[in-house]
């Protein structure tokens, strides 16, 4: 009968700092990776839209978030109004601006 049991032996005892080690090393590289990819970059992104709407000037050409362009005629704390043609001024929040434009690009489109 023994002709088909092995004999069980027990596993040698492994080192218990290894152990501890890899168990702590996976999650700390998760958290590296989602940092690196993620985290980071959208803070740096958010820190870019916030210098640029901080920059904001009367005259600049802007693009917002409805897609329109335009020159903005004033700015009143957290909005600003924006000339989108000579008869009409739509106010916007400053958030809400994606994108300035180089002087003139308004008149050439």
């Given at each position: 009968m023994s002709l088909f049991i092995q004999a069980a032996h027990a596993a040698p005892e492994t080192a218990g700092a290894a152990s501890l080690f890899g168990q702590i090393l996976l999650p700390v590289a998760f958290f590296?990776?989602?940092?690196?990819?993620?985290?980071?970059?959208q803070s740096k992104r958010t820190k870019e839209h916030r210098a640029m709407v901080n920059s904001l000037s009367v005259g600049s050409e802007i693009i917002f978030a409805g897609g329109?362009?335009?020159?903005?005629?004033?700015?009143?704390?957290?909005y600003a109004?924006?000339?989108?043609?000579?008869?009409?001024d739509v106010k916007v929040q400053r958030a809400s601006v994606i994108s300035v434009l180089p002087a003139g690009t308004i008149e050439s489109v």
């Open positions: 590296a990776i989602f940092y690196f990819l993620v985290i980071r970059p329109l362009m335009g020159r903005i005629k004033a700015l009143e704390g957290d109004v924006v000339s989108l043609n000579n008869n009409t």
